[in-house]
C-alpha cells in the first residue's frame, strides 16, 4: 500500500500550503466558533473554505515522494499493511496508523510532522493506541531529538496513559539514547515496577555517558534488588572498569562472571579483553582472547587494537595475518586498525593490502578508514595518494581534514595547508584546536610566520578557541626559527599558563640551532627541573654544557645520571623491505649480509663526500652514549639505508623508523644520499617525520 497518499491528504488539510481561490477570504475574520466545535469535541479545520489551486496561481505541483528503496518496497511486499484509506484525514485511528508505518519505513521526521496533529486534537475522548506512543519513541531514538522527546512525553502526560512495564522501559531509553540522563535517572528512580532491562539500560547509559562511578553504585544496587544478572549487565560494567582505567574491579567482575558461568559469553570476552588492555595488562588480555571458543570479528579486533595501543606494532600485525588465516571476516574497524599500525612501522606493502581489502569488501567509503589512509600515506611521503583518498571520500569530517592539512606540513608545504583550511571553513566545518595545532605546525615547518601569527590570533578572536599549550609550542617554534630568541622566551615566559615541557622543548631547540647557549642553559634547566627521572633532559643539559665549555657542570651531570642509575640505550632503526621489518643498531654486524652493506656504506660515502659531505660531530643525541657518537660513519640510519639500496630496485622509495632524534651528521648525509642516487627516503625520528628527495628535506633542516 502507497502510504504517502494518504500523508499528502493529510497534510493538505492541515497546512497553509495550499493559495487561495479568493484571497480575500484571508480579511475574514472567523468566528472561534466555527474552528473548534466544544460541544462535539472535534477540531473542525476553517481550511475547507479554502481550495488549492496551486496551477492557477502559476506555480509547479508538489513534487512526488521519491521511490522507496528497495529494503522498502520488500518490506511492503513481505508485510500487508492496511488497505483502508483515509477517507476523513481529520480520524485519529488514522493518523495513528500513519504515523506506524512511517516510523518502520524509517521516515522519522514525517512521522513527528504528522504528531502535531495529534498534538493539536488533544482534547479529544479516543486515546492514542499504546502502539503508537511506541512508535513515536522509536521515531525521537531515530533522530536523537530532545525536543522530540518533551513532545511525546508530555502528550503521554497530559492524556494520562498508563504505561506498563515495557512502555516504561521504552520511554527510559528514548530518555537514555538522546542524552538526557538527569531525566532518565529521575524517571527511573520513580519507577513502580524495574526488570533487569530497566537496569541495563540505566547503568548502560551512565556508561556510555562516562559517569563510571555512578554506575558502579547503581550496579551495587541492582546486586542486592535482584539477583538476576546476566551476560549484557557484565558486560556494561566491564566496559565501566576500562573507563576508569581501573583493572581491580574489572577482575572482581571476571571473577564473578566465571563463578557465574558467563565467562564464555561472546560479549563479556570481548569486553574483558578490552578492559584488560586499556588497564595495562596485555597479557591477561591474549589469556582471555585464546580462551574464547569463538572468536568473533570484535575480538579480533579488541586484541589487534590492544597490542597496538602498547606499542607492540609487530605483534599487532602477527595478529592480523592470524585473523586472515583462521578465515575470520574482517570489518572496517580491522582495516582501520591496522592501517594505523603500519603507520608506525612504515610497512607501505602491507598498508596497501589492507587499502585493497577495504575497498574489495565494500567498505571503500568509510570515513574512519580513509582518515587512516589519508594519515598513513601523508606521513610516508605519499601526499598525492592521501589527496587521492580524500577527495573521492562521500563525507568528511573535520578528523579527516586534518589529517590532509598535517600531512601537507609534514611535507614542508604550507601554502596547500593553509589554502584547504581556508577551504575548510567555508565549506562549513568548524575547525577545533587540532585543526589550528596541524595548520599552525605547517606554517612553523614551512617558515610562514605572518600567516601563521594570523591564525593564532583568529582563534579566540573569530573562532572562539582558547590556545592551548600545543599551539603556543607552535608560535614558539615559528618564531625559533626566525631566529627571534628574546620573543620566543617571551612568549613562553608570559603564557597565561604555566609553560609546558614541550614549550621550553621548543626554545630548547631554537636555542641549540641559532647556538644560543645562554638563553638554551636556561631552558634545559628548566626542563631538568620538570621531568628530573627523563634522560633525554639530562643529555640536552649535558650538551648544553659541553658546548658553552662547561666541562664541570658537565662532569656533574654525568655523575648525576650514574647516581640515578639512568642509562643511556642504544639507538636503532628499522626499514621495511618486501613486507619485512629489519632493524640495526649503530655498528651492527649482525646482519647476514653484513659485507655487502658495510661495503656499499663505503661505496656511498664516497660518492657523497664527491658532493660535499663532511663528518660532523659535537652533540650527543638523547638517550646515546659516547660509543656511538665516536661511530659518526657507522650509525644506524646509514647502515639501513645502505641495505635498502642494495635491496630494492632503482628509484623505490625507502620508509624508516627512528628510535631517537636523527642526529646532524646523519641528517645532512642523507639528503646527499636522496640527490645522488635519486631516492625519495622518508624517516620518522622521535622528533619528527623527515622526507628526504633531491638533496632537501622537508623539515628545512630545522628539528
Not at 518496497?73 to 508505518?101: H, V
Not at 589487534?304 to 592480523?320: D, K, R
Not at 582518515?371 to 577527495?391: C, H, M, P, Q
Not at 609534514?410 to 584547504?420: I, P, T, Y
Request: aromatic content about 8%.
Amino acid at each position: 500500500m502507497e502510504i504517502s497518499l494518504p500523508l499528502d491528504q493529510i497534510q493538505s488539510s492541515y497546512r497553509f500550503a495550499c493559495s487561495l481561490v479568493n484571497p480575500s477570504l484571508l480579511k475574514q475574520k472567523l468566528p472561534i466558533s466555527e474552528v473548534f466545535s466544544l460541544s462535539k469535541k472535534r477540531c473542525r479545520s476553517p481550511f475547507s473554505r479554502f481550495r488549492c489551486s496551486l496551477l492557477d496561481q502559476g506555480l509547479k505541483p508538489r513534487p512526488m515522494p521519491k521511490p522507496l528503496r528497495e529494503p522498502e518496497k520488500n518490506f511492503k511486499k513481505d508485510i500487508r499493511l492496511e488497505e483502508t484509506r483515509l477517507d476523513n484525514p481529520n480520524s485519529r485511528s488514522g493518523i495513528c496508523g500513519q504515523i506506524e508505518k512511517l516510523v518502520v519505513c524509517k521516515r522519522y521526521n514525517e512521522a513527528l510532522e504528522l504528531f502535531e496533529i495529534l498534538e493539536c486534537e488533544s482534547d479529544l475522548e479516543l486515546d492514542i493506541n499504546i502502539d503508537t506512543y511506541d512508535a513515536l519513541v522509536s521515531a525521537c531514538i531515530g533522530l536523537r531529538s530532545i525536543r522530540g522527546v518533551k513532545r511525546v512525553v508530555g502528550h503521554m502526560h497530559d492524556s494520562g496513559v498508563d504505561l506498563d512495564v515495557y512502555m516504561m522501559n521504552r520511554v527510559l531509553l528514548m530518555h537514555v539514547k538522546c542524552g538526557m540522563m538527569i531525566d532518565a535517572r529521575r524517571l527511573f528512580e520513580e519507577m513502580p515496577e524495574r526488570n533487569l532491562i530497566s537496569w541495563n539500560t540505566i547503568i548502560g547509559g551512565l556508561v556510555d555517558s562516562g559517569d563510571y562511578i555512578d554506575a558502579f553504585r547503581l550496579f551495587l544496587m541492582m546486586w542486592e534488588d535482584t539477583s538476576d544478572i546476566g551476560s549484557r549487565t557484565f558486560a556494561t560494567m566491564i566496559r565501566a572498569s576500562a573507563g576508569l582505567e581501573l583493572i581491580s574491579p574489572g577482575q572482581q567482575l571476571h571473577s564473578c562472571a566465571l563463578k557465574m558461568g558467563l565467562s564464555e559469553d561472546v560479549f563479556v570476552s570481548c569486553t574483558m579483553i578490552d578492559m584488560y588492555s586499556k588497564c595495562g595488562n596485555i597479557d591477561d588480555a591474549r589469556c582471555v582472547f585464546d580462551m574464547m571458543r569463538e572468536k568473533t570479528t570484535v575480538g579480533w579486533n579488541s586484541i589487534i587494537a590492544g597490542y597496538a595501543l602498547h606499542g607492540y606494532s609487530e605483534e599487532a600485525l602477527s595478529m592480523y595475518h592470524e585473523m586472515q588465516d583462521s578465515g575470520a571476516k574482517m570489518d572496517h574497524f580491522t582495516y582501520s586498525i591496522i592501517v594505523r599500525v603500519c603507520t608506525r612501522l612504515a610497512s607501505l606493502e602491507h598498508a596497501k593490502q589492507a587499502h585493497a581489502g577495504l575497498v574489495r569488501n565494500g567498505f571503500g567509503s568509510d570515513t574512519v578508514a580513509n582518515t587512516a589512509l589519508i594519515d598513513f600515506y601523508s606521513k610516508w611521503g605519499r601526499i598525492e595518494d592521501a589527496r587521492n583518498v580524500f577527495d573521492r571520500m562521500p563525507h568528511k569530517n573535520v578528523v579527516s581534514w586534518n589529517a590532509l592539512i598535517s600531512g601537507y606540513g609534514n611535507h614542508g608545504r604550507g601554502a596547500e595547508a593553509v589554502e584547504l583550511f581556508e577551504r575548510m571553513v567555508r565549506e562549513g566545518m568548524v575547525p577545533n584546536h587540532i585543526t589550528f595545532l596541524a595548520v599552525l605546525s605547517s606554517c612553523c615547518y614551512s617558515g610562514l610566520s605572518d600567516y601563521g601569527w594570523g591564525i593564532f590570533q583568529s582563534m579566540s578572536r573569530d573562532y572562539k578557541v582558547k590556545p592551548r599549550a600545543m599551539h603556543y609550542t607552535c608560535m614558539v617554534e615559528l618564531l625559533g626559527r626566525e631566529g627571534l630568541l628574546d620573543e620566543a622566551f617571551a612568549l613562553v615566559r608570559d603564557a597565561p599558563f604555566k609553560p609546558t615541557v614541550n614549550m621550553w622543548a621548543a626554545l630548547l631547540t631554537a636555542c641549540r640551532v641559532h647556538k644560543n647557549f645562554v638563553l638554551g642553559k636556561h631552558a634545559a634547566e628548566k626542563l631538568y627541573g620538570m621531568g628530573p627521572e627523563k634522560l633525554s633532559n639530562y643529555i640536552v643539559l649535558l650538551n648544553i654544557y659541553n658546548s658553552a665549555g662547561k666541562l664541570e657542570e658537565a662532569a656533574e651531570v654525568l655523575r648525576t645520571l650514574r647516581r640515578k642509575g639512568l642509562r643511556m640505550v642504544p639507538a636503532c632503526t628499522w626499514i621495511d623491505i618486501k613486507k619485512q621489518q629489519f632493524v640495526f643498531f649503530t655498528g651492527d654486524k649482525s646482519h647476514p649480509e653484513t659485507k655487502n652493506i658495510y661495503d656499499n656504506l663505503d661505496d656511498i660515502m664516497a660518492k657523497i663526500s664527491k658532493r660535499g659531505y663532511v663528518a660532523q660531530g659535537g652533540n650527543l643525541l638523547p638517550d646515546v652514549d659516547e660509543r656511538e657518537e665516536s661511530m659518526t660513519l657507522h650509525h644506524s640510519e646509514k647502515l639501513a639505508v645502505s641495505f635498502g639500496l642494495i635491496s630494492t630496485p632503482d628509484s623505490t622509495p625507502l620508509q624508516l623508523v627512528q628510535s631517537h632524534r636523527i642526529c646532524n651528521d646523519c641528517h645532512g648525509a642523507i639528503k646527499l644520499i636522496s640527490m645522488v642516487y635519486g631516492r625519495e627516503i622518508v624517516v620518522r625520528d622521535a622528533s619528527r617525520f623527515h622526507r628526504f628527495k633531491d638533496g632537501s628535506c622537508s623539515c628545512g633542516d630545522y628539528w
